[in-house]
């Protein structure tokens, strides 16, 4: 498991489970879909859950549930994947990061091919400043490229990983919000890959990134490699925007993280309700109890309109 490494640093969660909202769906109106997703502290899929292990509240109000599992990927997202190019990333680890962001794009790109759901991502690689290595396209050849192509700044030292981040928020909250918008999705995903520790952002901090991406509705992926990150801060970001934290004793184990990431984008507990109150804003609270732990969820969405 990504979550018990051979080496230190490591953050381990509170042993339990966590619930998340990842849509609500309300196209066939007054029945609406609230998909979930639930993981441990490992951030594996907790299988096996019925109705007896959910609860919904719409505006305080808790109704009857038909719960379903869905084994797919429900929904595209846009992505930014951003990568920590200093130099105490050796080369032949290079290869290895750019191996895995590849497999990522691929499997994502394949996951969804099947429902016709149309993903967006740009590529952006980060020293001393942030460098778009691929600005945001839905075509999955580009994407790779971008992983593929290095960036200027690679010769030089310093990290500004909070700024880096920052930067990546802002890309992607002016992405998603540029017009036209019909096409693009609503789930936004940044995943940060590092092997070190922030030396010199001046416009970013802890706090500043996550009431951003909240703002912005951004889950931020953290992924650190090696024993100079600092692995609460990391976790601290990814659990504060709904995301996950990974920590990859090396290099090599960046394959199985991306695995279990997509595997937690496409297993999903469908809970379907019908609303009492179509035509006007809701809010959805989600309870998910099980014998390893209790989680709950909620999210505000616009019911029938």
Not at 130 to 148: C, H, R, S, V
Not at 192 to 208: C, E, M, N, Q, R
Not at 226 to 235: M, N, T
Request: with cysteine.
């Amino acid at each position: 498991p990504t979550q018990t490494p051979t080496q230190s640093p490591t953050v381990i969660p509170p042993p339990g489970i966590t619930a998340h909202i990842v849509k609500i769906d309300p196209s066939v109106c007054p029945e609406i879909a609230v998909y979930v997703s639930v993981t441990d502290q490992n951030n594996e899929t907790v299988l096996g859950l019925t109705d007896q292990n959910f609860q919904l509240l719409e505006d305080g109000v808790e109704h009857p549930l038909d719960v379903s599992y869905a084994d797919i990927v429900t929904e595209s997202i846009v992505f930014s994947l951003t990568m920590d190019y200093t130099l105490s990333l050796e080369d032949q680890d290079l290869v290895k990061v750019e191996e895995a962001a590849s497999y990522f794009v691929n499997e994502l790109f394949r996951l969804t091919s099947a429902n016709q759901l149309d993903n967006w991502g740009e590529i952006v690689k980060f020293v001393r400043q942030a460098e778009t290595m691929q600005e945001f396209t839905n075509i999955e050849d580009d994407l790779i490229a971008g992983i593929e192509t290095l960036p200027a700044e690679r010769g030089v030292t310093g990290t500004y990983l909070y700024d880096a981040i920052g930067n990546s928020i802002g890309s992607l909250t002016a992405f998603r919000n540029a017009p036209p918008t019909d096409n693009i999705p609503k789930r936004s995903i940044l995943i940060v890959i590092t092997d070190g520790l922030d030396t010199a952002s001046k416009v970013y901090d802890i706090p500043k990134i996550i009431a951003d991406a909240n703002a912005g509705e951004i889950e931020i992926i953290t992924i650190g490699i090696g024993s100079d990150i600092d692995a609460q801060v990391l976790y601290e970001i990814a659990n504060g925007t709904g995301g996950w934290y990974f920590f990859a004793p090396t290099t090599d184990d960046l394959l199985t993280i991306f695995t279990q990431f997509l595997d937690n984008l496409k297993n999903q507990y469908v809970l379907k309700y019908t609303t009492n109150d179509p035509g006007n804003p809701n809010m959805v609270e989600v309870f998910v109890n099980t014998a390893d732990g209790n989680s709950s969820d909620l999210k505000d969405f616009d019911a029938c309109q």
